[in-house]
């Protein structure tokens, strides 16, 4: 079964550094588009950050120049590193594996949550 194991979640303060990490496994991982998502009280999940299986990165605004996400295929993981932390950025992140797929003669997409990570910054 596939699952993913986000982990690196913690209590910073603002300004600071985190680097999260999701571990993925039961599923051809190089094929998948990652993300990282997040999700704070009161408010929808909103995309923090992308990567294809080709390497391509895209940022929601408000984080980029401040955030980088990458992978690594062959220990099946990806990773956001978190630079200039705000308090806005407190929320639970999520991992999230994403592909589209034919199945049946129809695309189908295939997507994969991790259980979730806290990330407080303190002001």
């Known amino acids: 079964q596939v699952q993913l194991v986000e982990s690196g979640g913690g209590l910073v303060q603002a300004g600071g550094t985190l680097r999260l990490s999701c571990a993925a496994s039961g599923l051809a991982f190089s094929a998948y588009t990652m993300g990282w998502y997040r999700q704070s009280p009161g408010k929808q999940r909103e995309s923090v950050a992308s990567i294809t299986s080709g390497g391509s990165a895209d940022y929601a605004d408000s984080v980029k120049g401040r955030f980088t996400i990458s992978r690594d295929n062959a220990k099946n993981a990806v990773y956001l590193q978190m630079n200039s932390l705000e308090p806005e950025d407190t929320a639970v992140y999520y991992c999230?594996?994403?592909?589209?797929?034919?199945?049946?003669?129809?695309?189908?997409?295939?997507?994969?949550w991790g259980q979730g990570t806290q990330v407080t910054v303190s002001s």
């Open positions: 999230n594996a994403d592909l589209m797929i034919i199945a049946g003669g129809r695309w189908t997409r295939q997507t994969y």
